[in-house]
């Protein structure tokens, strides 16, 4: 298994991850244009896409997932409640899942799982090929027993770091902004993202990205470091997905 990033954070997120002949799309908040370009930047192009998977309907995630999918007959996969015709537009390969029931896309299982965010039904996923367990959590406000139990033991993980508290708190967002972005059902901090990894069973880890960075409210240093403390590792062992350049091919050996 591999995976990359096409962008992570507020402007547009969409992720990559393939094994075998499977490749599957993770959300796409880009323009059309846009995540062709970015594609093409992984060597990738949308013909070559198993599927489209979406986490939840807000507009960072899934602003071209409609015209995505119409353009390349692509088979799209949300939640019922992540649904909504006049946000996604006519999706003629529309396809549900349920965030407590695995399923498979091509060489993939899909372990998904739901999270507490502001959104009608999120929900993040554990990606499995046989060997290797990948999990993804971004856009949740706070951890959960549920969301440990399914990120432990994995082999990469890609965990929101979205703000560092005192950025978010000096910084130039709303009252009400601030109390979302860091409330129970906004985004992970730096220090939240970190003590959830500590507690987790890190033996079979390879990668650990840091994902959704704040623009304004955090620095890719500062997420690094609240990471590394939790694993004892130098920052050279984390890697973090950038909105523009996103991430390059990491493989799971």
Not at 55 to 71: F, I, N, P, S
Not at 103 to 113: A, E, N, S
Not at 178 to 191: A, E, M, T
């Amino acid at each position: 298994m591999r995976f990359a990033s096409l962008g992570s954070g507020s402007r547009g997120n969409a992720l990559l991850i393939e094994h075998g002949d499977s490749c599957v799309l993770v959300d796409c908040g880009f323009t059309l244009a846009e995540t062709e370009r970015r594609l093409a930047r992984l060597e990738k192009s949308a013909e070559q896409l198993t599927a489209v998977l979406v986490t939840h309907e807000h507009a960072d995630h899934v602003g071209g997932v409609g015209l995505l999918a119409r353009k390349y007959s692509l088979p799209v996969w949300m939640t019922p409640g992540t649904w909504s015709p006049a946000r996604f537009g006519d999706i003629p390969r529309l396809n549900f899942f349920s965030s407590h029931t695995p399923f498979t896309l091509g060489c993939l299982q899909i372990h998904p799982f739901p999270v507490p965010h502001d959104a009608r039904e999120p929900a993040q996923f554990v990606f499995d090929d046989g060997r290797h367990r990948a999990g993804l959590l971004t856009d949740t406000g706070r951890s959960t027993a549920h969301i440990e139990e399914m990120l432990n033991r994995c082999d990469a993980l890609l965990l929101e770091c979205n703000h560092d508290p005192a950025m978010l708190t000096n910084g130039h967002y709303s009252a009400s902004l601030k109390q979302r972005v860091g409330g129970p059902l906004g985004h992970l901090s730096n220090d939240q993202a970190a003590q959830l990894l500590a507690r987790l069973d890190h033996s079979r880890l390879q990668h650990v990205v840091a994902m959704h960075l704040s623009e304004h409210n955090n620095t890719p240093q500062l997420a690094c470091r609240a990471l590394c403390e939790a694993l004892r590792c130098t920052e050279e062992e984390v890697i973090v997905a950038d909105q523009r350049a996103g991430l390059a091919w990491q493989v799971l050996a």
